[in-house]
């Protein structure tokens, strides 16, 4: 049996029904989608406020200073030199902070480095780092006028290719403030001393 010929009014409310089936469809697609995203950039943002509250109190830092050493620098900013190791300040008396982690006082291991044995025998601001002891104390001064102390736990030597990651790492997940500098003998082939010297400190 021949099936039967939609009349011309069910055949105008079929395409509107479709129509609104459709509108209603890109409507679903399109407004939950940018709702979605802007609700997720918020609670992101929220949920980093909630576990790092350190990040919307700590300033940067802009002093280091070691009364036992007669250390007074101004903070350079550094990264990762080309071949994957970490940057050195420019100034003999200033010193550079890693600022590809934590700020001093945050929870982690903040690295501070400087020079040590300058050329021509001109001082650096590392050339005592290894007279501090357990106990001494370190001062970092931020730029919103804060003072943080820090009180030394040990230190170590290492050998210029040794793995030195703990000096980066903090394995209780509280605020540490770790100096590097050189020590040991000079060598002219490499342009480089033969030990690194890390001293390893604690927020107070």
């Known amino acids: ?65 070691i009364p036992k050493i007669n250390i007074d620098a101004s903070v350079e900013y550094v990264g990762v030199t080309p071949d994957g190791a970490m940057d050195v300040p420019k100034d003999i008396t200033h010193v550079g902070w890693f600022d590809l982690g934590p700020r001093p006082g945050e929870n982690g291991s903040s690295v501070i480095a400087g020079h040590y044995g300058w050329k021509n025998n001109m001082p650096s601001v590392f050339d005592n780092l290894y007279k501090l002891h357990k106990g001494d104390k370190i001062y970092i001064e931020d730029d919103k006028g804060a003072t943080i102390s820090f009180v030394v736990r040990a230190s170590r030597r290492y050998d210029p290719k040794e793995n030195a990651s703990d000096v980066f790492d903090s394995p209780d997940g509280k605020p540490h403030l770790n100096l590097i500098t050189c020590e040991g003998v000079w060598n002219n082939v490499f342009k480089s001393y033969s030990k690194r010297l890390v001293v390893f400190t604690d927020k107070e």
Request: positive net charge; aromatic residues 2%; hydrophobic residues 45%.
């Open 1 to 65: 049996m021949p099936s039967k010929i939609p009349s011309k009014r069910i055949r105008i409310l079929i395409v509107a029904l479709s129509g609104l089936i459709l509108s209603a469809v890109i409507l679903l697609y399109l407004l939950p989608k940018n709702s979605i995203q802007n609700d997720s950039t918020l609670a992101i943002n929220d949920v980093t406020a909630t576990q790092n509250p350190e990040k919307a109190r700590l300033g940067l830092p802009v002093h280091l200073k």
